[in-house]
């Protein structure tokens, strides 16, 4: 059984190399990145693309992807797209909010598909939900739009259903951390393997000897 283990070890060895090959950022004849890091708001951006034929020539090519969230809208009638967060503000202030500052406070922005340049937001509506809950669509000049929620809030708690308004947060994930799950999920399987291998290799020594054992006391 000791074969056995070293078999095991390669393989595990073996698939932790892969596992680093796998998540590693660069790669040996093709890399893909964004040209702008941008790629944690929603938009389309250009993103670099390049190779190496056979004949050792590079080859490259920009190609445009469209990043999209939750409250992204994409109007193929129109090339246009919009996105905006919900989000909060102090009492009584909401409905007094002017077109850019309410586009600031929900990050709100339109651009072309195609080409990924801005597009000018033209018009809202406020509408009134609930006592200092408001519902807020942004629109561009063609009609794209998208609609998101607005909270006022104050230190006391406010009669809102917290689960049917809840404020959406959006968190850089570390890629990091991403990385080390995968790994994780990756190798439990062959971690489990492991073990089970390692604990039959033990029962049958165990078989072994009592054999070994039983054999010698008949013999004597």
Request: aromatic share 10%; net charge negative.
């Amino acid at each position: 059984m000791s074969r056995t283990y070293t078999f095991v070890s390669r393989i595990v060895m073996l698939c932790m190399l892969l596992a680093y090959v796998f998540l590693s950022v660069s790669f040996a004849d093709e890399e893909i990145r964004l040209i702008e890091d941008e790629s944690m708001q929603a938009g389309t951006y250009p993103v670099y693309l390049s190779d190496v034929d056979p004949n050792g020539n590079e080859i490259s090519k920009v190609i445009r992807v469209t990043v999209v969230f939750p409250n992204t809208v994409q109007n193929q009638e129109t090339n246009e797209a919009i996105d905006a967060s919900d989000f909060k503000s102090t009492i009584n202030t909401v409905e007094a909010m002017p077109l850019d500052e309410l586009i600031k406070k929900s990050k709100a922005k339109a651009w072309n598909i195609l080409t990924g340049e801005k597009v000018p937001i033209t018009n809202f509506v406020v509408e009134k939900k609930e006592n200092h809950i408001f519902k807020i669509t942004f629109s561009t000049e063609k009609g794209t739009s998208t609609t998101v929620n607005a909270i006022e809030f104050q230190d006391e708690l406010l009669p809102y259903n917290r689960a049917q308004y809840k404020i959406e947060e959006r968190y850089e994930l570390n890629t990091k951390v991403i990385s080390l799950i995968i790994l994780v999920a990756a190798l439990a399987p062959i971690s489990i393997g492991f073990y089970l291998v390692k604990q039959i290799d033990t029962k049958i020594n165990e078989t072994y000897e009592y054999i070994y054992y039983s054999s010698d006391q008949e013999n004597k």
